[in-house]
Structures are given as structure tokens and as C-alpha cells.
């Protein structure tokens, strides 16, 4: 049975509208609405499909509905599942943008975001130091030192570090598969 | 205003286009190109907005560009912001999601990669180097981010309620 697009874009519309912490959190829940509940795709194409759009670039809440969309019902499917991820999100935030700067020069909104700023950094240093304790290795540190360096001491711009970093691991890649190349001929 | 929409959607396009690793690993992207490139936002704004972007529901990097759009142009804006952050990621998807089993093979894909993880990590704290100072407002603010890491890595509070915490502090302690 083929999904209906309507579904699909409720589905996506219900996860985009009430999973808080950003787009990994609701990985488990396409899960369970799409391998489990509906069971229109299998447990292992699943995890392809993470894997696949982990290792794009963009947004993965949105490339993994598009994906999905795109997997049962093609284009008017992605454009469905796109619309239904985003749309909770986009409206959410237009309503608070417009109503805040009215409040903020109010003291009290002052002093509250002198607190919340305080805890971004800390939400933002702490997913710093996740995926830190996922690279310590020498070469994981040396990168990620190298990044850090360009960027904050030497004020280059991202996107020349961002392509700078994928040639350098793509060069560690080639050398090293030369080398086990080299090995099982020896 | 139309050259503003246009520069908008193309920044946008760029961040989108190079944003692996998620929402966090994009932010030095968004604060270089929105705080000074363009001066869209200030950082002080742009820590707020960021906060306002955790404590609501979706992906932040939408929930950041759906904001910054709608502060330079309305509804538009907003709609373009979004748009161009995801226009290159989603075609993509929707040309490999017909190739995926060559794309998983695909000797370029594994190999950035090397390179690109790492690059998460330095481009995290970038970030966290950029906006700190901007955070720090006296010892209080110091006393504050110990206190709320300890919360978060420690006892394992959820993201939101660091948040939440964090607000009424700031409101007792600035008041």
C-alpha cells in the first residue's frame, strides 16, 4: 500500500512541531513512525539512509525527510515530507521574532538573556567536547586543533577550512589505502 | 531590498551547501557570514536568537534561519533564509536517494570525512572562542557556566531546563 502524501506530510508535520533539541532528536522518531508504526520502510534501509544523509551536507531533519519523501512517493513526496518537517519550525519562530523586540529593552527580558546567554555557550561547548572524546586520536586532535587555530586565531573564513579539512582527509585516505595496498603485496 | 533578499538567499545557499556535521558544526558559518560579513545580527543578538532557536521546537540551523530572515524582511525574508539553507542539501538527497548503494561505496564520501569530523570539533569551539566573551559579563556569568556544565554533563539535565535555569538565574542575579 502506498503511502498518502497527506500522510506524509502529517507525519513529518507532527515530529517537525513537538520534538524539542533540534534535528537529532527526531531520528528515533521517523523511526518509529516509518519502520514501525507504518512499516513502509525496513529497520536496515533505515540506518543507510542515516548513514547517507550524516554524511551530507545541510540540514539532517530535512535531508532525511526528503530522503524519505523522495523513497515512496518521489518528488511530490519530498516536497510533502520537506514542507511538513520545516513548516512547525518556521512558523513558531516568525511569531516570536515578531512579538520579542518589542520586549527586549524591558529590564526584565535584559537580565533574563544575560542568563540564557550564559547557557548557550555552555550547550555549545558541551557538543564540542562530544564529538571531541570521538576524535581522540592524535590525528583527530592535530585536525581538529589545526581547524580551531585557522579559524579563531588566524580569522580564516570557514568555508576555506571546511574545504581545506575534506581534501586533507581525502589525501589521508588515498595515501593510506596505498599503503595497505603496499602491505598485501609485500 | 531586493539585492538585500538576494545576497540573503546566496549567503544562506553557501552555509547550507558546506554545513556537515549539524546544526552546532554550522554555527561559525552562520556568526562569520550573519554577525560580520553582513552585520545582520549583533553577537549579542545572536546568542539570543540561538537560545531562542534551542528552546523551541525543530532544527535549530531552520529555526536560526527562519529568525534571521524575519528580521531583515518579514515573511519573506524568512522564507527565503530557509530556502536558501536548504536548496543545495535537498537536491542532493534527491539525487542520491536513487544512487544510494553507489554513494555508499563512494571513496570521496569516506575520505572528506577523515578530514571533515575533526573539522567538527575545531569548528565547535571556534564558536564557543567567538561568543564567550560576549557571554561573560562579570563573575557571576563564570560562577553561572560552571554551575550549569556541572547540571548538564553531570547530573544530565536536558537542554532545555539548563535553559530555563539559566533564565531565572540571570533574572535574579541582573534584576
Redo the contacts between chains.
Keep these: 500500500m502506498q503511502i498518502s502524501l497527506w500522510r506524509l506530510f502529517t507525519s513529518f508535520l507532527k515530529i517537525?512541531?513537538?520534538?524539542?533539541?533540534?534535528?537529532?532528536a527526531?531520528i528515533p522518531l521517523f523511526e518509529r513512525e516509518f519502520v514501525h508504526r507504518y512499516k513502509y520502510i525496513k529497520e536496515e534501509e533505515f540506518h543507510?539512509?542515516l548513514?547517507?544523509?550524516q554524511?551530507?551536507?545541510?540540514?539532517?531533519?530535512?535531508?532525511f525527510a526528503?530522503?524519505i519523501g523522495?523513497?515512496l512517493r518521489g518528488?511530490k513526496g519530498?516536497l510533502a515530507s520537506?514542507i511538513g518537517v520545516?513548516l512547525?519550525?518556521?512558523i513558531?519562530?516568525?511569531v516570536?521574532?515578531?512579538f520579542?523586540y518589542q520586549y527586549v529593552t524591558h529590564?526584565?527580558v535584559?537580565?533574563?538573556?544575560?542568563?540564557?546567554?550564559?547557557?548557550?555557550?555552555?550547550?555549545?561547548?558541551?557538543?564540542?567536547?562530544k564529538?571531541?572524546k570521538?576524535?581522540l586520536h592524535f590525528?583527530?586532535?592535530?585536525?581538529?586543533?589545526?581547524?580551531?587555530?585557522?579559524?579563531?586565531v588566524f580569522y580564516v573564513?570557514?568555508?576555506f577550512?571546511?574545504?581545506?579539512?575534506?581534501?586533507?582527509?581525502?589525501?589521508?585516505?588515498?595515501v593510506g589505502?596505498v599503503n595497505t595496498h603496499a602491505d598485501d603485496n609485500a | 531590498m531586493l539585492m538585500t533578499m538576494l545576497s540573503m538567499f546566496l549567503t544562506f545557499l553557501g552555509i547550507g551547501a558546506v554545513a556537515f556535521g549539524g546544526g552546532y558544526a554550522m554555527l561559525p558559518l552562520f556568526e562569520r557570514m550573519i554577525v560580520d560579513t553582513h552585520g545582520w545580527l549583533d553577537t549579542s543578538q545572536f546568542l539570543d536568537m540561538l537560545a531562542i532557536a534551542q528552546v523551541t521546537p525543530g532544527p535549530i540551523s531552520i529555526n536560526s534561519a527562519t529568525f534571521i530572515g524575519f528580521q531583515i524582511n518579514s515573511v519573506i525574508g524568512a522564507a527565503v533564509a530557509t530556502t536558501g539553507l536548504v536548496f543545495v542539501p535537498v537536491i542532493l538527497v534527491s539525487l542520491i536517494s536513487t544512487n544510494a548503494e553507489r554513494f555508499k561505496k563512494s571513496k570521496f564520501a569516506q575520505g572528506i570525512f577523515i578530514g571533515l569530523r575533526p573539522a567538527f570539533v575545531g569548528l565547535i569551539f571556534a564558536s564557543v572562542y567567538s561568543v564567550a566573551f560576549d557571554a561573560y559579563v562579570d563573575i557571576y556569568s563564570a560562577i553561572l557556566f560552571v554551575v550549569l556544565l556541572i547540571l548538564l554533563r553531570g547530573f544530565k539535565l536536558h537542554p532545555i531546563l539548563i535553559i530555563l535555569i539559566a533564565a531565572v538565574s540571570g533574572y535574579i542575579i541582573y534584576i
Design positions: 517537525g512541531a513537538f520534538t524539542f533539541g533540534g534535528g537529532y527526531m543507510d539512509i548513514v547517507i544523509c554524511s551530507l551536507p545541510g540540514v539532517i531533519a530535512v535531508n526528503v530522503y523522495t523513497t518528488k519530498a520537506g520545516t512547525p519550525s518556521f513558531i519562530i516568525m516570536i521574532a515578531a520579542l529590564e526584565a535584559v537580565a533574563i538573556f544575560q542568563g540564557v546567554r550564559v547557557a548557550v555557550v555552555v550547550l555549545i561547548f558541551s557538543a564540542g567536547v564529538f571531541l570521538q576524535n590525528r583527530g586532535i592535530f585536525l581538529a586543533f589545526l581547524t580551531f587555530t585557522l579559524i579563531a573564513h570557514p568555508f577550512v571546511i574545504g581545506l579539512l575534506g581534501i586533507l582527509g581525502y589525501l589521508i585516505y588515498i589505502e
